[in-house]
């Protein structure tokens, strides 16, 4: 079926309950679907008003609306929230929610607050596609894609919580978004991209293009699409300077390796200077982190406006790896700094409620003991195999 077809056809899914769910609807689907329940098409732009500036979630309260239109309102439509099943606060300020969904499923979503912003990170799937080994979310299956909905509404529970509708025209405790929450938002781009541009909105939660940041493991096909139609911020998972441990601990690279991942973002629709790239590093001891591949990182980014992430480690209930040792972050830090690119060294936030990069991690499914464990002892033969490679590399330079 062609996307145009698909537009002409458009009908939402009712609830249970025969009502339909408001939230995650293109301005043009609101408008569509109100008109096909008898009301005014001028409703669909008071009705956006009301859901997305004033976070109001009872029609009652739309009082721009007459009476009989409110009610046909509630007879017919919900506005939809996922229900925060846990809320946990870290001691360094920062906010975690478990978000379940109408089919139980859950996600986690996370508020990083800093003195000049406020930072949400935003899930894209239920689980995730990809077996990144040193990521928690990655021990958990992909159940399925998030909707438009669900992911817009993660950014809704969270303005509830916050207290922030309307929204403030300036010292926002929400002001950025990361999609860099559980899942690879790049397969399920569709519904990201449905959501991105309602919460980008200006007539609504009008979180800037400039603000939000989706980070990527590499799918290299959907990067220029994303750019293109979207214009966030690009982040990308490196991890690893070599084909041969990139694809050993993100998997994605043997499909998409890294000349071919390379190439995607030096091509990245308004990559500039002002604009850089993202690159996540997580630090694994004895894994990525000697100085040579220091080296092999600032050789394969050149040319690239770059900035790079270090991330230290978090460890996750039966992670297999160790977090760097912090001198050496900081010597592979200073070794990328003084080649030119930024290389600040992420402080872990969250860490005391599992919220910190890589930890997230919901209760919808769960390894079986035999998965485990056959993780465990993949990660233990990789960490000794390249801690060994490592050794011989740096006794090569040495000697060189």
Not at 24 to 29: A, K, M, Q, T, V
């Amino acid at each position: 079926m062609g996307a145009e077809h698909h537009s002409k056809a458009f009908a939402p899914a009712p609830r249970a309950d025969g009502r339909i769910n408001l939230v995650g609807l293109s301005r043009e689907e609101l408008e569509a679907t109100l008109t096909a329940a008898g009301l005014e098409k001028f409703r669909a732009r008071q009705v956006w008003h009301w859901i997305y500036y004033r976070g109001v979630t009872d029609f009652a309260a739309m009082t721009t609306l007459a009476k009989p239109a409110r009610e046909k309102l509630a007879e017919h439509f919900v506005v939809d929230r996922p229900v925060a099943v846990k809320d946990l606060q870290s001691e360094d300020g920062t906010r975690k929610w478990l978000c379940r969904f109408h089919d139980g499923q859950e996600v986690e979503a996370v508020h990083i607050p800093e003195e000049d912003r406020g930072t949400l990170c935003v899930s894209s799937q239920v689980g995730c596609t990809l077996t990144c080994r040193f990521c928690h979310t990655g021990t958990q299956l992909l159940v399925r894609n998030l909707r438009a909905d669900e992911i817009v509404s993660q950014v809704m529970l969270a303005r509830d919580a916050l207290g922030e509708w309307p929204s403030p025209p300036e010292g926002r405790m929400l002001s950025n978004i990361v999609m860099m929450g559980m899942g690879e938002p790049l397969f399920n781009y569709d519904n990201v991209a449905k959501a991105l541009k309602i919460v980008m909105d200006g007539e609504g939660i009008a979180i800037s293009k400039r603000r939000i940041t989706l980070s990527t493991s590499g799918v290299v096909p959907m990067m220029k699409r994303c750019g293109a139609e979207l214009g966030v911020n690009l982040a990308v998972s490196l991890h690893a300077v070599n084909d041969e441990l990139r694809s050993r601990i993100v998997p994605i690279n043997r499909k998409y390796p890294l000349a071919e991942l390379m190439e995607a973002v030096r091509t990245y629709p308004g990559l500039n200077n002002a604009r850089r790239v993202t690159w996540e590093y997580v630090m694994l001891k004895g894994v990525n982190d000697s100085l040579a591949d220091a080296r092999e990182l600032v050789r394969l980014i050149r040319g690239i406006p770059s900035k790079i992430n270090l991330i230290p480690f978090n460890p996750w209930p039966g992670a297999p790896f160790e977090c760097s040792d912090w001198s050496q972050i900081q010597r592979f830090s200073d070794f990328v700094n003084e080649a030119g690119y930024a290389s600040p060294i992420r402080t872990p936030r969250g860490k005391d409620i599992l919220a910190a990069c890589g930890q997230l991690k919901s209760e919808s499914q769960r390894p079986t003991a035999s998965q485990r464990a056959a993780q465990m002892e993949v990660h233990k033969a990789l960490a000794a195999e390249y801690a060994a490679r490592v050794a011989e590399k740096e006794a090569a330079l040495s000697l060189g």
